[in-house]
């Protein structure tokens, strides 16, 4: 059973707009969530996180948004850069299940020039 | 500045033989996940260890795969009898602490079975 989701496989943005990824999860004993991205061949690198005591986290370019009561939280990414082209993966874990990361299956990000 | 490493990077084995994967985490992290990313798919978890002790393997399957995490030298995730379905992306991360949720990936072992 798939705790997290990412239901769009894949998102195109033009260069300098903003990039949007979400993410629903069903466990409401998560309490830590993460955003990693990974390119082909390479392992995931960590992004950015928020704690379920926050609603939102920023840095940067990058901020993560925390619905709680709707299980969702999304990524946006302002402005987009060519760079920014990767495979992002939301994760989730709880501080009671010994911070094992749960997977979504990953939103494909493509910024085009 | 190391991360953390792991090897080979490419494995091929035939169906029947083992697998043995190998993942040296950052220095001074005493923690190690390990994941398995099959194709399309996200990564999900197999066994979280720590030295000589292994705190969770409710992620690994019942029969063929064991891990182990050494007083020294690498985490060693051991495939025994591999099969096709083995086929899959195995990736290492570790924390410096096992209240740590930030983990750090290392590049990830692709095994192969033929």
């Known amino acids: 059973d798939q705790q997290v989701k990412q239901n769009s496989p894949s998102l195109s943005v033009q260069e300098g707009r903003i990039s949007i990824l979400n993410c629903d999860y069903t466990n409401s004993m998560f309490d830590y969530f993460l955003w990693y991205k990974k390119y082909p061949a390479e392992g995931p690198t960590f992004l950015i996180s928020i704690s379920s005591i926050k609603d939102k986290n920023e840095d940067g370019r990058f901020t993560v948004f925390l619905n709680k009561s709707a299980k969702h939280l999304s990524l946006h990414i302002v402005p987009s850069q060519p760079g920014d082209s990767a495979v992002y993966f939301c994760?989730?874990?709880?501080?009671?299940?010994?911070?094992?990361?749960?997977f979504g299956k990953g939103t494909s990000l493509l910024v085009t020039p | 500045n190391a991360g953390v490493m792991q090897n080979p990077r490419h494995l091929v084995r035939r169906r029947g033989q083992e697998a043995r994967l190998r993942c040296s985490p950052m220095k001074g992290h005493s923690h190690v996940y390990w994941y398995r990313q099959l194709p399309e798919e996200g990564l999900k978890f197999m066994v979280y260890l720590q030295k000589e002790n292994i705190i969770d393997e409710s992620g690994m399957p019942k029969e063929r795969f064991s891990a182990e995490f050494p007083k020294e030298g690498p985490s060693i995730l051991r495939i025994q009898q591999v099969v096709r379905g083995d086929s899959a992306a195995y990736f290492c991360?570790?924390?410096?602490?096992?209240?740590?949720?930030?983990?750090?990936f290392g590049p990830g072992t692709r095994l192969t079975v033929t």
């Open positions: 994760a989730a874990s709880a501080s009671n299940s010994g911070y094992a990361l749960n």
């Open positions: 991360a570790s924390s410096p602490t096992g209240t740590d949720y930030e983990q750090y």
